[in-house]
């Protein structure tokens, strides 16, 4: 018989997501894959885990190949979930567990429910202590009885009793009688498979036995006649002696009565994966208040209360590489952002308590986490190495962008050399093994590496980018600039653009739709077929959004 199981995994770390932003770019996925490496080394108690919101373009992908890192989690929201909240240690009990054992098990627990299961684990039930106050409450001036057959060695150990005759296996059931005063009276009542419960009274031991009990429990550790034991043995009557009085006795009869009897057969079940919204309403609704965490086989692997969805911690997390709303994961409002490091302007996200937030005018978000590595006395692994060196020549377009910074070019001097590799080499590999989109959609095109922008007035602008060598391209700029006005007649947004980046000639064709008065006066010039000529042009963080957004 399972008396417990104290259903717990190890005791999780503390967990933080490392969170770039959406349509992410190379510098979003290295910036998590490395910052989360080095935020562990630091603080190993805590668990760091580095998450992307969408898809990975084939830049990312291929740097990911050629530094052989992990593709990261995908993490579609960041909202409360019941894994995150529920209690993982909680005992357990088979349907077998007698009523007494499941009852103290649930106080032990300080919980007022417990998870019944079948031999595989399974979830069945769950008995909860409203239901077991209420069965004692409602009995009447009649006599109690069993709830379900019970097994004679059962019935013994609950009355922490000695077995003097009959079978250990065999099953009980029926009314629960104590023999003591008003004896004639009683035994006119008590039927064939009854329970008796007698003091040191042989007369009533030997009646009882006569009306064809089923057990007779003998109180007070009474020392039991021979007479009675030889009766017993001819009528298979088990026989059991306990040194509780016999009122204490016949109570604790019933509550040998196996958990499944009053268990709920139908209990409120939820998944980790649910949220918490959607089940909290359940919970306060429900009898016992709680819900059963299942995993897909139907076994119990925590438990949410009442108690543990008032005011749950939020789920937690580090933001790299940007910090606008619109940008970031779905659900950031209800989630604890601890820290913000980006190579951006200051965005629109608010925090509800003050953080940790670096916004350095370098080429790279990657830069600064290699700077954090060198200042820490740390060397980034063999994969992130990889992955920031990407990222910065990535951004910088191999250190020729406007945007570079002295510091960029040390950092890409570092990481080369850690990895014994020219980096001007490496970079040029990267662009030319991913700039050729000839096989993609001009909506694929657009929504590669796609950034939002919240404006003043709260309406927002898209600006995107796809870095190229040559122009072959611009044949396609009247599906790009259809994707384009297809992209703002769906989101409402004020003006998209996507900026077509020679990496060789070091320029750039702006393809507008929208408010193409705004892309006039933004860049003082006049749109021509749909797109404006930006010679010189390479960043969108320094060149292309500050003007747009200005001229809004």
């Not at 357990?92 to 009523?99: F, I, K, N, S």
């Not at 789920?315 to 910090?323: F, G, N, P, T």
């Amino acid at each position: 018989m399972q008396l417990s199981d104290p259903r717990s995994r190890h005791h999780r770390p503390e967990r933080i997501y490392v969170s770039g932003h959406r349509n992410p770019d190379t510098d979003s996925i290295a910036s998590a894959i490395a910052y989360a490496e080095l935020k562990s080394r630091l603080d190993p108690d805590t668990e760091y885990v580095p998450v992307r919101l969408g898809e990975l373009n084939p830049q990312t992908t291929w740097a990911l190949e050629r530094s052989g890192a992990e593709i990261p989690r995908l993490l579609v929201h960041i909202m409360l979930r019941a894994g995150d909240v529920m209690r993982e240690e909680f005992p357990v009990a088979d349907a077998e567990t007698p009523l007494r054992v499941a009852g103290q098990m649930m106080v032990d627990a300080g919980l007022d429910l417990l998870p019944v299961v079948d031999g595989d684990g399974v979830l069945t039930g769950v008995l909860a202590e409203r239901a077991l106050a209420r069965r004692y409450v409602r009995e009447s001036g009649e006599a109690s009885h069993l709830l379900a057959p019970t097994s004679v060695g059962t019935l013994a150990d609950t009355l922490s009793g000695e077995l003097l005759a009959g079978d250990r296996d065999a099953k009980v059931d029926g009314r629960v009688w104590v023999l003591a005063r008003q004896l004639d009276a009683i035994l006119g009542d008590v039927s064939p498979g009854d329970v008796a419960v007698v003091g040191d009274r042989h007369d009533a031991q030997l009646r009882a036995l006569e009306l064809g009990i089923s057990t007779l429990v003998i109180s007070n550790g009474t020392t039991v006649p021979d007479a009675t034991l030889e009766l017993a043995r001819k009528t298979g009557t088990p026989v059991i002696v306990t040194p509780l009085d016999s009122y204490v006795a016949g109570r604790m009869t019933t509550l040998s009565s196996p958990c499944q009897a009053i268990a709920d057969r139908e209990p409120l079940t939820a998944r980790a994966r649910d949220l918490v919204a959607d089940i909290s309403e359940d919970v306060k609704d429900v009898s016992y208040r709680a819900a059963v965490v299942v995993d897909r086989a139907g076994r119990p692997i925590g438990l949410v209360t009442r108690a543990d969805l008032v005011a749950p911690r939020p789920r937690r997390v580090i933001l790299v590489d940007h910090a606008e709303s619109a940008q970031s994961v779905e659900g950031i409002d209800e989630a604890e952002i601890v820290e913000i490091l980006d190579h951006h302007h200051i965005g629109s996200i608010e925090t509800t308590h003050p953080v940790r937030a670096t916004f350095d005018p370098v080429g790279s978000t990657s830069t600064l986490i290699a700077e954090q590595f060198l200042a820490t006395g740390q060397e980034p692994s063999p994969q992130a190495a990889g992955m920031l060196l990407a990222a910065i020549l990535s951004d910088t377009v191999i250190l020729s962008s406007p945007t570079t910074t002295p510091r960029d070019e040390a950092a890409v001097t570092d990481l080369g050399e850690q990895l014994g590799i020219d980096p001007r080499d490496y970079g040029r590999e990267m662009f030319e093994a991913t700039s050729d989109v000839s096989g993609l959609k001009a909506s694929e095109i657009l929504a590669r590496d796609l950034k939002a922008y919240e404006l003043s007035s709260g309406q927002t602008i898209c600006i995107g980018q796809i870095e190229t060598v040559g122009d072959a391209i611009m044949s396609r700029v009247d599906e790009l600039r259809e994707a384009a006005e297809d992209r703002v007649a769906k989101d409402g947004h004020r003006l998209v653009a996507l900026m077509v980046t020679d990496v060789a000639t070091g320029g750039t064709n702006l393809v507008v739709a929208g408010d193409l008065a705004l892309a006039a006066r933004a860049f003082n010039t006049d749109i021509s077929g749909g797109y404006i000529e930006l010679p010189g042009v390479m960043s969108r963080k320094k060149q292309v959004a500050p003007p747009l957004m200005k001229a809004a």
